[in-house]
Nanobody, 126 residues
C-alpha cells in the first residue's frame, strides 16, 4: 500500500491550500492518519493527526487555528486544509498512517507511523 499526497503548490502569505492524501493498492488498515512537514535543513515535524474513528484530533501549536485535518471514510481520503499560510509553513508535507490509536503523547512521533506518502511541496512566498 502506498499513500499519494497532492495539492501542494506556491501561494502568497495569507493564502490557502488543501492537501489530499489517498492510499493506492489494497485496502489500508490504519488507526491514525498524520500530517508531517519538513523544511529545508530541518527535521521532520508533526503538523496534525486524526483518528480513524474521528474521535481524536491533534494539531501542533504552530498551525492551530489555521489548519484543519479531516478525512472522508467513504472515499478513503485524508485532507489538510491550510489557511492563512505563512512563509514559515514552507516545507514538503507528508501524510502517514499508523496502525496504532495514537494519543496526545505519541501522535507527533514519526516512529509511530508505518506507511508514508511521497510528499508534496508547499511554498509560501510573496
Amino acid at each position: 500500500v502506498q499513500l499519494q499526497a497532492s495539492g501542494g503548490g506556491m501561494v502568497q502569505p495569507g493564502g490557502s491550500l488543501r492537501l489530499s492524501c489517498a492510499p493506492s493498492g489494497r485496502n489500508l488498515d490504519y488507526s491514525t492518519v498524520g500530517w508531517f512537514r519538513q523544511a529545508p535543513g530541518k527535521e521532520r515535524e508533526a503538523v496534525s493527526a486524526i483518528s480513524r474513528s474521528y474521535t481524536r484530533k491533534f494539531m501542533s501549536n504552530s498551525v492551530k487555528g489555521r489548519f484543519t485535518v479531516s478525512k472522508d471514510n467513504a472515499e478513503n481520503m485524508f485532507f489538510l486544509q491550510m489557511n492563512n499560510l505563512k512563509p514559515e509553513d514552507t516545507a514538503v508535507y507528508y501524510c502517514a498512517t499508523s496502525r496504532y490509536n495514537l494519543i496526545t503523547s505519541s501522535w507527533s512521533q514519526t516512529a509511530q507511523y508505518d506507511t508514508w506518502g511521497q510528499g508534496t511541496l508547499v511554498t509560501v512566498s510573496s
